[in-house]
């Protein structure tokens, strides 16, 4: 069954529900509760599947062209609203819904530390057993106190959310253990799970009340790439056209290219079950390498990427980091497929 994720009979094109419809209404149930909840925090909010953080609004693959993808399809990040009438109206169509909060639309940053699940910490953090030790230590080291005094979530996981704002033009995105051991983020391009949302393992929970901090800037700093995300250079890529010479090394022509392309998606798109994020973390740094190089453009190598992910059935949001983590290591080494060594 497909989400209504717009209403059928609206005729302004914006899949808005009429007024009188949404103003009849009871005592908000709880998901709708709490995503009206994070709505009045500013919070940018769009539903998930029940008992899932999977998004149910029809991905591109299923785009029909019509309301409210008229003029293209929107996802759930374009998608994802303030509106209390367009947020009743999803959670009457699906009450059970979780909800998610797109955290770029919504000057979001996000910190997600985690147990360690068992695993010793790597010497570099020796002694930490949660994501909050490694947290604590980087503020001391920046001389900071623990950042900790924000709106906070704890997951089924248990994880802990740290909810902090920033600026609109923010480019920081979701990292995996980029700041250290534990403790990953979500940012433009990434999204959470709103507290009062549910899994079969448990309740996502508010431990911490108080308003959204800003995000310190020693903090943003952890989140930063080590270097800026190489560019490849439009005017060579564009020059070569098709045939794809490099300046330095042999030509490398524009079938090699995509055969290679190719070749890697379909490793990720075939990979077994329980392989699959591996090999989405080494395709995305090997190609990360090659975008970094020029081979690729950074648009054109996500895509492969994405779309393979999506055919072996790795949710998008974890695809996605997969894909920006493999970018920025890649991103550090680049190389050409002319050259030689790997
Ligand atoms: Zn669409």
Not at 199 to 227: E, H, K, M, N, S
Request: charged share 20%.
């Amino acid at each position: 069954m497909a989400f209504p994720d717009s209403p059928r009979t609206s005729a302004t094109g914006h899949g808005r529900p009429s007024r009188s419809r949404s103003r009849r209404r009871r005592p908000a149930p709880r998901l709708l509760g709490a995503a009206l909840a994070a709505a009045r925090q500013g919070l940018h909010v769009f539903p998930l599947w029940p008992h899932s953080k999977t998004p149910c609004l029809h991905g591109k693959r299923h785009c029909t062209g019509t309301v409210p993808c008229a003029d293209g399809h929107l996802g759930w990040e374009q998608r994802a609203t303030v509106d209390p009438d367009l947020i009743r109206y999803w959670w009457t169509a699906s009450p059970a819904s979780n909800v998610g909060i797109a955290c770029g639309p919504s000057n979001l940053y996000v910190l997600d530390l985690d147990p360690a699940h068992g695993e010793p910490a790597p010497p570099q953090w020796a002694g930490a057993r949660h994501g909050r030790d490694v947290l604590a230590r980087l503020a001391a080291e920046a001389g900071h106190h623990y950042p900790g005094d924000t709106y906070t979530v704890r997951t089924p996981s248990p994880s802990e959310h740290l909810y902090f704002r920033v600026a609109a033009d923010s480019q920081l995105r979701n990292t995996a253990a980029r700041a250290g051991w534990r403790i990953d983020s979500r940012g433009r391009g990434g999204f959470i799970v709103a507290a009062g949302s549910r899994r079969r393992d448990g309740l996502y929970r508010v431990v911490r009340r108080p308003p959204i901090a800003p995000l310190p800037g020693w903090l943003a700093t952890c989140f930063t790439p080590l270097q800026p995300e190489p560019r490849p250079n439009p005017v060579e890529l564009g020059a070569t056209g098709v045939s794809g010479t490099a300046e330095s090394g042999a030509p490398v022509s524009g079938i090699r290219r995509q055969r290679y392309l190719d070749t890697v998606a379909a490793a990720v798109a075939h990979a077994a079950p329980r392989t699959a994020h591996d090999t989405l973390v080494r395709t995305a740094y090997a190609l990360g390498r090659l975008v970094a190089g020029g081979e690729f453009t950074d648009e054109e190598a996500r895509a492969a990427l994405h779309v393979a992910a999506q055919q072996r059935r790795i949710p998008a949001y974890e695809a996605a980091e997969a894909i920006s983590s493999g970018f920025d290591r890649g991103g550090l080494r680049p190389r050409r497929l002319s050259d030689r060594a790997a």
